[in-house]
């Protein structure tokens, strides 16, 4: 919201690939009519097009930031820089061009680290204890905010190879402006979902590439526009030529918001909706969700995931940080059901996994699948009850009404704080079952022309039949396990001791 009475200085962060568009848009702001003095920090200028030297020559305050990324490596410089110019009084914005492999998230929570102790962690869950008889009050942390004022993130996306960027399974680490650092694992279209998700403003550049290609490509060019807002709702979409935009649609918007920017995304705003109603599919582009109380037979969901992603990044989390990769071609049961899911996302339930959630991470034909760091609420209270499973809690008790007493009495003895409110609130939508508790299966898959009824049937038929839920629980660890070695049930089947590293 706009406060006349704010005198930071405001900052636009331009994100997007290589080649995207980004320094031409750069050196349209500089150019631009608004009798505003800009200072620009630049992350790379090591490649010198001609756009870069024309930006060199009319930037008023341009300051270079190479041999590492902002989003990392530099991220401390970078805090330095922006609290310098602002200090300084001078400017009337900044705008800082980010690397083409560069992940937005990181950079705008630069805004909220402390200047004199970049690593400190000043989240809104930080406690801060109350001095003891003879202490002196700990200084508040000067956060950058108090000087800068994060205005609108800016994507830059090449419309006319959105799509090859979208299945392109490249690693970040091999582009020619990484440094070196990036995560071995982390993949192009990884990195170009991330900045669709995490932007105010995306500009949808080059589309005269596409209007020259005549019907197809202007029908082209609408699918990509819808995915894109199905991607990210709440973000402003603008087509452009050559990067040319009003400068009050990426200036002084006051649209960065850092908790609505990581609640933005697509696959949250879906998953935000008790029930998924029929949309319009213009264009093709629609999403279903899947939600399920019973877990996916390891075996039967690894046979249909085939049929869409590569299986890259299963990741045994702290207990084995190697990643254990495979790459499996599609001799799915349901060949070709999944191949136009662009974006998937959720938390998955694995019936060999009796303590741990699964992140479920996909894009474009690249999947991810790590073990959630905190256990089930469930498997404490089973391991505080002595039992295998929720359901067989309290055997001889015939009342319901004196079973869930029961229940409430044990789940107040062993949590407490954000635990007990998320449990209340779990019961309160129905997603707590007296048997498994908080275990279940929520997906949300976006795509192109999807095949709703067989992907959800096919997703279904993985699921656990209700034969196999007669059996008895502690069986199910010893089920053939695809994604991780034989080594699932070992890590995730009971909750690790507090002294395990």
Not at 225 to 254: R, W
Not at 266 to 282: D, I, Q
Request: proline share 5%.
């Amino acid at each position: 919201m706009q406060d006349p009475n704010d005198t930071r200085l405001p900052v636009t962060v331009l994100s997007g690939f290589l080649g995207s568009g980004k320094t031409t848009l750069l050196k349209n702001i500089l150019e631009g009519n608004h009798g505003q003095k800009i200072a620009v920090i630049v992350n790379d200028m090591a490649e010198l097009n001609l756009d870069a030297r024309a930006v060199v020559k009319v930037a008023p305050k341009l300051v270079a930031m190479q041999n590492g990324c902002i989003c990392c490596t530099l991220r401390g410089d970078l805090l330095e820089h922006v609290a310098s110019l602002a200090k300084e009084g001078t400017w009337d914005y900044l705008v800082i061009e980010s690397t083409g492999i560069s992940e937005p998230l990181p950079v705008a929570q630069t805004f909220v680290l402390d200047l004199d102790d970049p690593e400190a962690d000043h989240g809104h869950d930080h406690e801060h204890p109350q001095p003891q008889e003879g202490e002196e009050d700990e200084e508040p942390p000067e956060l950058l905010l108090k000087y800068a004022r994060l205005d609108t993130m800016v994507t830059v996306v090449d419309a006319f190879s959105f799509l090859q960027r979208l299945t392109e399974i490249s690693l970040v680490r091999d582009q020619p402006d990484a440094d070196g650092d990036e995560d071995e694992d982390r993949t192009l279209a990884d990195l170009l979902v991330d900045q669709i998700e995490f932007a105010n403003v995306i500009l949808l550049n080059k589309i005269d590439l596409l209007e020259t290609q005549g019907e197809e490509g202007k029908a082209q060019l609408k699918s990509i526009n819808a995915m894109i807002k199905k991607l990210n709702p709440s973000a402003t979409v603008i087509p452009c030529k050559f990067a040319d935009v009003p400068l009050k649609s990426i200036m002084n918007t006051y649209k960065f918001d850092m908790e609505e920017a990581q609640g933005s995304a697509g696959w949250l705003a879906e998953l935000a909706k008790p029930m998924h109603t029929p949309e319009s599919e213009e264009y093709g582009i629609s999403s279903i969700i899947f939600r399920a109380q019973r877990p996916f037979h390891p075996t039967r969901l690894h046979a249909i995931i085939s049929g869409f992603a590569k299986l890259d990044g299963m990741k045994l989390g702290k207990q084995d940080a190697a990643s254990k990769k495979k790459a499996v071609t599609d001799s799915s049961p349901t060949p070709g059901i999944f191949n136009g899911v662009i974006r998937s996302k959720g938390s998955i339930w694995l019936a060999n996994a009796h303590a741990n959630s699964f992140d479920w991470h996909s894009a474009g034909h690249v999947f991810h699948m790590t073990a959630m760091p905190i256990p089930f609420y469930a498997r404490y209270l089973e391991d505080h009850l002595g039992v295998d499973v929720l359901g067989d809690a309290f055997p001889k008790v015939k009342s319901a009404r004196k079973r869930e007493q029961l229940m409430q009495k044990a789940i107040n003895e062993i949590f407490e704080g954000d635990p007990l409110e998320e449990i209340a609130r779990l019961k309160e939508q129905g997603t707590w079952t007296d048997r498994f508790g908080d275990r279940c299966q929520e997906l949300v898959l976006i795509g192109i022309h999807l095949q709703k009824d067989k992907m959800r049937a096919a997703l279904e038929d993985a699921l656990m039949t209700d034969e196999e839920m007669k059996a008895d629980v502690a069986t199910w660890r010893d089920l053939e396990d695809p994604f991780f070695g034989g080594e699932c049930a070992q890590h995730y089947w009971d909750v690790p001791d507090e002294d395990e590293d």
